[in-house]
């Protein structure tokens, strides 16, 4: 494989593991797609836990359905959704039938940027991944991907960062719901310009879960 830097993907344990630490530790990963022969994506900087259990929020609350069936895959698996024409982009956690995910909500970009802000229609740089739905859409990630098992495929890579300085981990409640609303399940790397949300996102005062590096 063409890879941008040595591979060294997490495993699986990786994923099979309760949802918010899952979260907290994907911040500062490198998150990483190849498609029509490029690789796209940079490092995560922004997530939200969907647990397996009394949250109201989660697309599994209700059960299983063929629209949210692989979110109760393996760990590891990607569950894609479509929301307003666009996507989101889940990491399946914890055992299989569970049904619980972590969002990925922004990423910093690295590679393959001039094909992401095409993939954007030349948006800024700074609003090319800050959010769920433009980090999927930057990425080429549809509907498509939905039930790829990011472990064993080739064109998908979740590697510890390169290089990547020490930062703070803030949680706040999450974005966009109504629903088990003031569980503080939304993590993010302080200060990181590519974290989405608006003012009116923060007035809930964050909280630091800790420091990485």
């Known amino acids: 494989m063409n890879l941008p830097f040595q591979q060294d993907d997490v495993p699986r344990t990786f994923y099979d593991r309760p949802t918010k630490d899952v979260a907290i530790d994907l911040l500062g990963m490198t998150l990483l797609r190849k498609t029509s022969g490029v690789w796209l994506g940079g490092v ?34 990607l569950y894609v959704y479509p929301i307003h024409a666009k996507h989101c982009l889940n990491f399946v956690t914890e055992s299989a039938g569970q049904g619980a995910a972590v969002l990925i909500r922004a990423i910093q970009p690295v590679w393959g940027i001039p094909q992401m802000q095409s993939n954007r229609a030349g948006v800024p740089l700074q609003r090319l991944t800050s959010g769920p739905a433009m980090t999927c859409q ?5 509907r498509t991907c939905d039930g790829i098992d990011v472990v064993d495929s080739d064109d998908w890579i979740i590697a510890p960062a390169k290089q990547w300085q020490p930062f703070v981990v803030t949680s706040t409640v999450r974005i966009g719901i109504t629903k088990s609303a003031s569980r503080r399940l939304r993590f993010f790397v302080d200060g990181n310009p590519f974290v989405s949300g608006r003012r009116r996102d923060h007035q809930t005062p964050p909280s630091r879960v800790g420091r990485s590096g």
Do not use: C, K, Q
């Open 138 to 142: 930057a990425m080429d990630v549809d």
């Open 44 to 77: 995560i900087v922004e997530t939200e836990a969907y647990l397996p259990a009394g949250d109201l929020a989660s697309h599994s609350h209700r059960g299983r359905t063929p629209s949210n069936a692989s979110m109760f895959g393996t760990a590891g698996t």
